[in-house]
């Protein structure tokens, strides 16, 4: 079977720099390796091979000038199909979008091919990203590498397969309540949920706005450290985007965790987180106090508040946000209606899947005369004090350390017929949302069960280095991305 050229996006630049891997066989490899492997995962919508090998071509050009070909030189890079990228369908995983395809390009997606990388391919993804196990996409769910009968996690899954698998060694998703560190748990990867403001949201079509972030899979701390610093900044285009200028990662990220202080929250270790969890929590507090941190155990107030006023928050942006999808600017539209009002009705009863209608309706209800301060407003005074909570506790420590969730993967439709227990997979992550932090997912070896598990570290506002750092500290003592089983890939190739 057909091997990437390098273990990590780091390497494989650095390959491409020196000379040692060629860009265009680099790219054919990730697209061999992809058209390989996706069928028996569902982790793609479409691949770009001309568009990748064009890009390859010029990239190549550009070293025998002797120009700088940018510290992402030659990277494949897939991208969550909610991201914008000029020429490709735009689908959001939902039938609503037809063949729309996007006129523009994400400002992330330009900053990462400024720095070298080379999109590849579409990945599938929960309906407008909502979802938790990828099982909510219009064209299939997606399916976990380590066990083709379990969820990948979601919204992003696509995103992780493709990582997890071995098409390319990193991936952009987007984050709202987690979509990017939960499926990063589940597949055995990086995978880091920015501040909001680092990264521009131009391109990233909305969900809650107030919430969405892009975010970055991929095989250790330095992959995520060279996107950030590559795609973080100011952007014109998006008026959220934080004036003040980033701290870039990579100069820092050798720099240890000695003296640190770190909130080890004392939730991870509840009744409903299974043991193997707990463990891991426990092994990487042990390997941050050896690398001279100072741990303390803590706790995160409001803790059962987190998951109710996420979804009060997310379903009444949702539902102003997909209001544009009206049958008429975008995509599918109708044919057998009669009135405006009736194609309206039409086009979003054929277009959208039931999990994107019921955020809707939760979402225009809380926000109707009547219901709004009851809903609304309490939800949006929750949030102002879990923003509190965190600066409350990064006066105190320098990062938080905890579950990224409460289990390993679980089984294709084990949780679709209940949408609490879906949404009860974001207990851990979605504070960071709530409170705009930095958080991130690293490996920690796969259990007895033969599949991944992960730890989380959040880090205060701006804090991508310090959160950065201390991930790679983890990496080092935790093991890194546990490979794909032999047995696993095998099966898949075959
Ligand atoms: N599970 C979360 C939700 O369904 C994930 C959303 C996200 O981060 N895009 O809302």
């Known amino acids: 079977m057909s091997a990437l050229p390098a273990p990590n996006a780091a390497a494989w630049a650095e390959a491409v720099r020196r000379g040692d891997l060629d860009p265009l066989d680099g790219v054919r490899a990730a697209l061999a390796r992809a058209r390989q492997l996706d069928p028996g995962l569902n982790a793609l919508l479409h691949l770009d091979a001309e568009g990748a090998e064009d890009a390859a071509r010029a990239l190549r050009e550009r070293l025998r000038r002797g120009e700088d070909p940018g510290p992402l030189a030659g990277v494949p890079l897939v991208v969550k199909n909610n991201i914008a990228v000029a020429g490709w369908k735009l689908t959001c995983g939902s039938r609503i979008l037809g063949d729309f395809a996007s006129t523009f390009t994400a400002t992330v997606v330009e900053r990462l091919r400024a720095a070298g990388a ?156 299974e043991d193997t969890t707990q463990q891991r929590v426990r092994a990487a507090a042990e390997a941050l106090r050896a690398a001279g941190a100072r741990l303390a155990e803590t706790q995160f107030p409001y803790e059962e508040a987190v998951v109710p006023t996420y979804y009060l928050l997310n379903t009444a942006e949702a539902s102003s946000n997909l209001a544009r999808f009206d049958g008429i600017r975008y995509g599918l539209r109708a044919e057998d209606a009669r009135q405006l009002r009736d194609l309206y009705l039409r086009s979003r009863d054929a277009g959208f899947g039931p999990e994107v209608k019921r955020r809707i309706l939760l979402g225009t209800f809380s926000l109707s005369a009547g219901y709004y301060d009851q809903y609304f407003t309490a939800a949006l005074k929750a949030r102002t004090l879990v923003v509190r909570a965190y600066l409350d506790l990064f006066r105190k420590f320098d990062l938080l350390l905890g579950a990224t969730t409460p289990t390993p993967a679980f089984r294709l439709g084990e949780k679709s017929d209940d949408p609490v227990a879906m949404y009860l997979c974001d207990i851990f992550t979605c504070s960071a949302n709530l409170g705009g932090v930095p958080a991130v997912n690293v490996p920690a070896g796969l259990g007895a069960d033969g599949l991944p598990r992960g730890v989380q570290l959040t880090g205060r506002h701006r804090g991508e280095a310090a959160l950065l750092r201390a991930a790679a500290v983890l990496e080092q003592a935790l093991g890194g991305c546990p490979p794909l089983p032999q047995a696993a890939a095998r099966a898949l190739a075959a």
Do not use: H
């Open 118 to 273: 080379i999109p590849i391919a579409a990945s599938n993804l929960d309906e407008f990203a909502m979802g938790a196990s990828t099982e909510n996409s219009a064209f299939g769910p997606a399916r976990n590498p380590f066990r083709t009968d379990l969820v990948p996690g979601g919204s992003s899954g696509g995103s992780a397969v493709s990582v997890a698998a071995g098409y390319a060694p990193f991936a952009l998703g987007s984050e709202t309540g987690g979509s990017v560190r939960q499926p990063a748990s589940f597949c055995g990867l990086f995978g880091l949920k920015p501040t909001y403001g680092c990264l521009s949201r131009y391109g990233l079509v909305a969900f809650a706005s107030s919430l969405d972030q892009i975010g970055v899979f991929g095989r250790g701390a330095r992959d995520l450290a060279l996107a950030f610093d590559a795609a973080a900044g100011r952007d014109r285009a998006d008026s959220t985007t934080l004036a003040e200028p980033v701290e870039p990662c990579v100069p820092q990220l050798g720099r240890g965790v000695d003296g640190m202080r770190v909130g080890l929250l004392a939730n991870s270790f509840a009744a409903g987180v």
